[in-house]
């Protein structure tokens, strides 16, 4: 086990190498000049060139990428053009945000997607199938945004029950959280289904059943443990795209998250925040992935000797 | 001949799944409304007329009027063309590219292969959205720019299904056979590998715009894609939900079009699959 996660672990310093000089060169393929871009048409030449340097854009292209991993390594990610902070100071303060979002959302799609997958896999065929596939095709389909605002019309404007914006307490989460992760639980439902109905369809189910082994301990301890490999797989990509599609979220309960961060960044053209912002949301996705693979081993224990 | 039968099998089987006709009949309902809704409109999308703003349903404005006093169905069938257009054309650009890369790598393999998967992979090392929202940053928000990022997003699902594709294709005795009568590699790709790929391709294409809907529109909603006036169902919904509370309609109007829309897209996706590979069906 150990010698597969160091294996894992240097087979993604790579992959962390070409998104931080993806990360690094976006500035450098913006049309025009990004200064100018970033100062605005009033912008003297002297600032346009005091701005220039300060980023480092008068090196030569390899200086400027050293430099830029130099800092990335040392947790420095350049200084926010409109709020003057360090961006690294930025995006800790607002990670956590972000990230209690992710992970509510990921538990939420993972708890209801697995029920909601494992009784229509069980009622494969029947109303409760059919009813399960219709809404989770329905959670698909639904843009967050949407769902945002009818959750918050409903349970906020309308009945009181739950704050609208804010960040204030655990209960100005509920509605972000399962917002966020109604969309995964759709997905999360079909993945479990199907990998049910395929370990359900097996040989040995089949025999445990002729043995008379109760059907609960036939769904949870035999099929549920061996149709797990797919669910895992679709519970790490989710954990990435909730981080990224976050920020739908955070723009409609006015959660002041990493990913309105970026957001306000590229509107305000404020490319250092951009950059950094980008850089951090793909390396958690990458180590979660990491994490997931991981994971695959401890799930089933041949994957480690693949 | 066997074009037409073929079609028609496929036909009649997409026809069986009747939520999948029922999405194709959706769909059909908004290309019309995109196509001739316009010229039935008696407002203009872009027209203000502040001392009617904020206007719940009436006889006048069937979905009421937003914050500058705009016509809400007008700008909902307006917005309709725009939605439609940006998917369809850059799921078509996206799918083109991807479907070259794919062809390429499964084809010829070794180092071009390596180079392609390599570049799949980098693009899918970001999550979702946030590839379209790094495009957007480099180029700007707008139409077009919204477009080359939902092309930029759909190419390595392509890429990857076509690459995967070709590879399983390129070992039969059929296209062997083509080899040894001395078919050129563009013959043989043109002729057999794409036609064989085409219905999957399909597919993907379908699935696709509705993923690029609700990319569009989300991008629009931040701020990102399509700009004011332009009517977009997604900067729809960003203006109106500060009035949600009054005039609710306002959101709830573009709201349920997208969602109509990419459950429709998904619904003939899956249709279309049953029909064109029963193999798959129940996958």
Redesign the interface.
């Known amino acids: 086990m150990l010698g597969y996660t160091i294996r894992r672990i240097l087979q993604i310093i790579p992959v962390l190498f070409v998104i931080s000089l993806v990360v690094f060169l976006m500035l450098h393929m913006i049309p025009g000049d990004p200064v100018k871009n970033m100062l605005g048409i009033n912008a003297t030449e002297e600032a346009i060139e005091a701005m220039r340097a300060k980023l480092g854009l008068d090196q030569p292209l390899h200086k400027q990428y050293i430099s830029f991993m130099k800092g990335v390594l040392k947790g420095d990610l350049g200084t926010s053009i409109h709020t003057r902070k360090p961006v690294v100071q930025e995006i800790l303060d607002k990670y956590p945000y972000t990230l209690k979002l992710a992970v509510g959302g990921t538990i939420v799609a993972t708890v209801f997607g697995i029920i909601f997958g494992i009784i229509a896999a069980v009622y494969h065929n029947k109303f409760m199938d059919n009813f399960i596939m219709v809404l989770s095709l329905l959670s698909v389909s639904t843009p967050s945004f949407f769902l945002s605002l009818i959750l918050m019309l409903i349970f906020s404007l309308y009945l009181g029950w739950l704050p609208s914006v804010g960040v204030k307490s655990w209960a100005h989460y509920v509605l972000p959280v399962i917002t966020l992760g109604a969309q995964s639980v759709g997905i999360m439902a079909r993945t479990t289904r199907s990998a049910m109905l395929e370990v359900l369809n097996q040989d040995y189910i089949r025999t445990s059943r002729s043995r008379g082994v109760p059907e609960r301990i036939i769904i949870y301890s035999h099929a549920f443990k061996n149709a797990l490999i797919p669910i895992v797989t679709v519970i790490g990509l989710r954990f990435g795209g909730l981080l990224a599609g976050s920020a739908l979220v955070e723009t409609v309960f006015a959660i002041p998250g990493i990913g309105r961060l970026m957001v306000d960044g590229v509107l305000k053209r404020d490319y250092p925040v951009v950059q950094g912002t980008i850089l951090v949301i793909s390396a958690t996705f990458v180590i979660m992935n990491l994490l997931t693979d991981l994971l695959y081993a401890v799930v089933d224990p041949r994957v480690k000797y693949d | 001949m066997g074009g037409s039968l073929l079609n028609s099998q496929v036909f009649k089987r997409f026809k069986k799944r009747k939520s999948s006709l029922i999405g194709g009949i959706i769909i059909l309902i908004f290309v019309l409304t995109a196509l001739i809704g316009p010229r039935l409109c008696k407002y203009d999308p872009n027209a203000i007329d502040l001392p009617n703003k904020y206007q719940n349903p009436s006889l006048e404005h069937w979905l009421g009027t937003d914050n500058l006093g705009r016509d809400t169905l007008t700008r909902l069938v307006y917005g309709a063309r725009v939605s439609l257009m940006m998917s369809v054309v850059s799921v078509c650009i996206g799918s083109f590219i991807g479907v070259i890369l794919g062809v390429v790598a499964g084809y010829y393999g070794g180092w071009i292969d390596a180079v392609i998967s390599r570049f799949v992979?980098?693009i899918l090392?970001?999550?979702?959205?946030?590839l379209a929202?790094?495009v957007?940053?480099?180029?700007?928000p707008g139409i077009p720019n919204t477009m080359a990022a939902i092309a930029f997003y759909s190419i390595p699902y392509v890429a990857r299904l076509v690459r995967g594709l070709v590879i399983s294709l390129k070992n039969t005795e059929f296209i062997q056979a083509s080899k040894v009568i001395g078919s050129s590699d563009l013959r043989i790709i043109v002729f057999h590998i794409i036609p064989n790929t085409m219905g999957q391709i399909i597919i993907n294409v379908t699935l696709s715009l509705?993923t690029a809907i609700?990319t569009a529109?989300?991008l629009s909603?931040?701020?990102?894609g399509v700009q004011p006036p332009n009517p977009e169902w997604?900067a729809m919904?960003?203006q109106a939900?500060e009035v949600?509370?009054n005039t609710?309609i306002a959101?709830?109007a573009p709201?349920i079009a997208?969602?109509l829309v990419?459950?429709s897209f998904?619904?003939v996706g899956d249709g279309l699959r049953d029909a064109l590979d029963p193999k798959l069906k129940n996958?």
């Open positions: 992979d980098l090392a970001f999550p979702g959205l946030l929202i790094a957007v940053a480099v180029l700007g509705g609700l529109s989300s909603f931040l701020g990102l997604g919904l960003s939900r949600i509370r609710p959101a709830l709201g997208i969602t990419v459950l998904s619904l996958s």
